[in-house]
């Protein structure tokens, strides 16, 4: 009888606990990895520099961590994420942004949301302040996906966003950068930057929430002196930036090999249809497909794995996830 009443107790332990929605310990709930662009300082720079890169990921990556452990949505933590970087001065995006040869700001950016995969995006954009917050309304409120030039800042007029002159952008360390390339470009007629510095810079953030919903958000200035009118990959979803049901991806580095080889798409699609892992088709995409210093990506799958890759000197970057792992880095052998 007794033998009975236990093994009984027992069944209904093993049943409870089979229902019971709490998953395993050791299963990542959320996830979440964020950049600051390819074109890192140099890795011999004053200590003190670097540190200033270090705190400003950290609080951002610190910000997205708290959003996700209250149970915030995919989509909210890549937007707000990816805002805090903008207003920040040390990256290409927003405030700080990098100039075009006519000395102006052009901003670009792009959001997605892998569950449903809408999205949105704005390129050229040259007077509102947080872009990232433009692109998603584009998904929102309109039924495009990509608004351009003045058309795009009308609209963001016209729904209220913050708008700014263009001059708002400015810093010191940008205009320095450009006068460089444009002396170099005077002097060796080569169009892009030799610096990586002054060739990447872009901020990102990729999430997977409580819900297992994935998203991607990418906000940049470009690059250093490029053309009145370029668009670069940015805004180009599936090419630096993208989200469906297998990953989320956020690109940095030269725009032009991004969307010719449509590279955050072609990281989900290797999982999808070559059944790849997330850091096997990242690292195909970054060692075979690009060419060295050509910049990284950052990128999260379903299941929460995180991979940050890149094939230039270092990438400004940061991971975190439910498991506790908080981590920021510049370069490849650090700590
Ligand atoms: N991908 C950006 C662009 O080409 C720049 C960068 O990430 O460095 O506009």
């Avoid at 707000?80 to 207003?87: A, G």
């Avoid at 940015?234 to 969307?259: K, M, Q, R």
Wanted: overall charge negative; proline content about 3%; some cysteine.
């Amino acid at each position: 009888m007794r033998l009975a009443a236990v093994t009984f107790a027992l069944l209904v332990s093993i049943l409870m606990s089979a229902c019971t929605s709490t998953p395993p310990v050791d299963t990542i709930r959320w996830a979440i990895a964020i950049h600051g662009g390819a074109g890192t300082l140099d890795p011999n720079a004053p200590a003190a520099e670097q540190r200033a890169y270090e705190e400003a990921l950290t609080r951002a990556l610190a910000h997205g961590r708290d959003m996700l452990a209250r149970g915030a949505a995919a989509l909210d933590v890549c937007e707000e994420v990816v805002r805090v970087l903008e207003d920040d001065p040390l990256f290409n995006a927003g405030v700080g942004a990098v100039f075009n040869e006519q000395g102006e700001h052009e901003l670009d950016a792009s959001i997605m949301d892998g569950s449903t995969l809408r999205c949105g995006a704005c390129a050229g954009v040259r007077t509102v302040r947080h872009p990232v917050t433009l692109a998603r309304r584009v998904m929102t409120d309109t039924r495009h996906v990509l608004l351009a030039g003045e058309g795009a800042d009308r609209f963001a007029e016209s729904i209220g966003l913050e708008r700014v002159p263009n001059t708002f952008f400015d810093t010191e360390r940008r205009r320095r950068a450009l006068e460089q390339v444009l002396k170099e470009r005077e002097r060796t007629g080569a169009l892009l930057p030799s610096d990586p510095q002054h060739r990447h810079g872009t901020v990102g953030c990729v999430v997977r929430d409580r819900d297992g919903r994935l998203a991607a958000a990418t906000s940049t200035g470009g690059m250093t002196g490029k053309r009145w009118g370029r668009v670069g990959d940015t805004p180009v979803l599936g090419a630096g930036n993208y989200a469906d049901g297998f990953a989320a991806i956020s690109c940095t580095g030269t725009g032009e090999e991004f969307i010719r080889h449509g590279v955050a798409r072609a990281v989900a699609a290797r999982m999808q249809f070559g059944g790849q892992t997330l850091a096997e088709a990242v690292h195909a995409l970054i060692f075979e497909t690009l060419q060295k210093d050509d910049g990284g990506l950052i990128a999260v799958d379903a299941e929460g794995n995180l991979v940050a890759d890149y094939n230039s000197t270092g990438m400004y970057r940061g991971m975190a996830d439910s498991r506790g792992r908080f981590e920021v880095r510049i370069f490849r052998d650090e700590p």
